[in-house]
């Protein structure tokens, strides 16, 4: 007869891919685990019968129930020094404790007699200091040990000196108080024999309470462990069945019948940890399985295989874990990522999207600026937020009656919806101002394309033409900061129009508007800017204002050399100053100059 089977992966043919569904495929490998384990333990039978060795014809065995004579028959009572080194030489902790009778002949008390070495070592260890008085001679049992009156040893003597039978083990939970009012709680399985006319207690850490211990450890991290012997099939486990969520009456399952209780994709990943385990010589296996039934969770299998020093595998050890609320929390994690990182995606396409707008819609000032006596720059700031491109716009233009359209706005919000108010109303504005209407007029239009276009679509701007024949400035405030005029190096707030500032554009469909007028000299410079160059949290708009018209007065200190990058130097350099290198909000200057006489020439 040869090692294996006929059906062993040696023999068998290879198996081709299987093209059906999940069950099918579900179904297949549960046979494969099957005849997987039918293998193995015909290994294991051929390894035991391999192993057996006859019984010698010089030595056959004793007939039953029979038991040959001692070679040595003591011929006295052993002395009592030498049942002292006796009780000595036991590993365990034990007193003699010799029972007090009464008249009747029943037990009255105990009288505590001695101890042995391990007992002495267990007390060193485990009382504190001083916690007994030395030990002058045979005591009281519980007036030496008080609290162990409330154990079940009492009874466990009293039986053993009537039945003269061992009794036990049982758990004795006590305390012992030291001379400083330390108290230690003890916890034994205690035993008691009777020695002669003597009772002999013996104690050592009680398995219950281990056993306690450990299944609390492992409900708390929901795991257990479990040996399958895959010879008879029997299973020996702790917590298997809550770990895999089985009732205290169901019967532990084999590793065929784990396989059954598995959804049909975590078959395969079964079959070839323990097909590495018996025979592959793999150590250690480690895999996550999702169960299908009692109820579904994931199960995190780690296994290695248990046998003789030249035999087969013939029992799988494992540790088992319910991993299924990690599980879920690494789904939920991973969810989270993907969602953060579609979000971030999305917000740099609409980022790119909006700057790619901004760009196309952000004016370049036309040439004919200078021909009427004015400069210009601007610089706009986005703030470094997700969308990073806000609603801020500004316009300049030749109209066809020879006057300059000076505007600036910002619309609420940031992002594409921002950009795209701030389109329309700039090219509205661009369109309207071709009707030769004054600013007024433009200004209530503006307002009732803001208002049209939606509730949230607010904006606040600074609609101003400029006169070169009369040099003057006649502008209108829909809600905006009222624009500085720099002259003769000292800056300063223009007044604002007639009756104030008006309402924001979007948000009184019949707000009327009022224009002011400025006067404007050779080397003026009118700044209009938006909100985010000055607002600042937990701060007010005349605070903001006032540090602003500081920051400008200092940088004009100094004459601006003609030109229009000498303009856009100075702007640059106030933007700068004011903002540092994290904008909260979007930041625009828009500033123009009107040429001196001394410049116009060049």
């Known amino acids: 007869m040869t090692d294996e089977p006929v059906g062993t992966d040696a023999a068998r043919p290879a198996r081709t891919a299987h093209d059906g569904g999940d069950d099918e495929r579900g179904a297949r490998w549960l046979q494969e685990l099957e005849l997987l384990l039918a293998e193995q333990r015909f290994r294991i039978g051929q390894y035991v019968a391999a192993c057996a060795v006859p019984v010698c014809p010089a030595h056959p065995p004793a007939a039953e129930g029979r038991h ?71 005591v009281p049992l519980f007036e030496r040990f008080p609290n162990l009156a409330d154990t079940p040893l009492p009874l466990l003597l009293t039986e053993a000196h009537r039945t003269k039978l061992p009794q036990g083990p049982e758990s004795a939970e006590w305390s012992l108080s030291g001379p400083d009012g330390q108290a230690v709680r003890l916890s034994s399985e205690a035993r008691v024999a009777s020695f002669g006319e003597l009772l002999l207690i013996t104690w050592e850490r009680s398995e219950k309470a281990r056993a306690r211990m450990a299944d609390a450890a492992q409900n708390l991290a929901r795991v257990c462990w479990a040996e399958w012997n895959l010879g008879d099939g029997t299973v020996e486990a702790t917590g298997l069945d809550r770990v895999l969520g089985l009732s205290a009456s169901q019967p532990l399952p084999d590793l065929l019948e784990l396989g059954r209780m598995l959804s049909p994709d975590s078959r395969e990943p079964l079959y070839k940890a323990l097909h590495d385990i018996l025979l592959r010589e793999r150590d250690v296996v480690d895999v996550e399985l999702s169960l299908a039934s009692p109820h579904e969770r994931t199960l995190r299998f780690i296994g290695e295989p248990v046998r003789p020093r030249l035999g087969p595998v013939w029992t799988v050890r494992a540790v088992c874990r319910d991993v299924t609320s990690d599980v879920h929390s690494r789904a939920v994690a991973e969810q989270a990522v993907r969602e953060a990182r579609a979000q971030r995606e999305r917000a740099d396409t609409v980022a790119d999207v909006a700057e790619r707008l901004r760009d196309a819609i952000v004016p370049r000032f036309p040439t004919e600026l200078a021909r009427h006596g004015v400069e210009a720059a601007a610089v706009y700031r986005p703030a470094g937020r997700a969308a990073r491109v806000g609603g801020d716009w500004y316009k300049t233009r030749i109209l066809p009656t020879g006057q300059v359209l000076i505007a600036l706005g910002d619309a609420r919000g940031h992002g594409l919806d921002a950009v795209t108010l701030m389109a329309k109303l700039r090219y509205a504005l661009a369109g309207l101002a071709f009707t030769g209407e004054l600013v007024e007029g433009l200004t209530g239009w503006l307002n009732l394309v803001a208002c049209d276009d939606g509730e949230e679509s607010t904006a606040t701007a600074i609609i101003a033409h400029y006169h070169p024949d009369r040099a003057l400035l006649r502008w209108t405030c829909a809600g905006h900061p009222l624009p500085i005029l720099v002259r003769d190096r000292r800056a300063r707030l223009l007044d604002p129009p007639p009756g104030g500032p008006g309402m924001p554009l979007g948000v009184l469909p019949g707000e009327s508007y009022t224009a002011a007028e400025t006067l404007l000299y050779p080397d003026d410079v009118v700044l209009l800017y938006s909100d985010g160059l000055i607002e600042r949290r937990g701060s007010d708009l005349d605070r903001d204002s006032s540090r602003l018209v500081r920051a400008v007065q200092e940088s004009a200190e100094h004459r601006i050399p003609p030109g229009d990058e000498a303009l856009d130097v100075y702007v640059r350099q106030l933007v700068d100053r004011l903002t540092g290198p994290h904008v909260q909000d979007d930041a625009t200057v828009l500033a123009f100059r009107l040429v001196g006489d001394d410049d116009t020439g060049g």
């Open 68 to 138: 040959a004579p001692s070679a040595h028959t003591p011929s006295a009572e052993i002395p009592e020094p030498a049942a002292w080194q006796l009780l000595d030489a036991l590993p365990l902790a034990a007193i003699v404790v010799l029972p007090v009778l009464d008249e009747a002949g029943e037990v009255a008390d105990f009288c505590y007699v001695g101890e042995n070495a391990a007992a002495r070592r267990y007390a060193e260890s485990h009382f504190p200091p001083d916690a007994l008085p030395p030990r002058t001679g045979p």
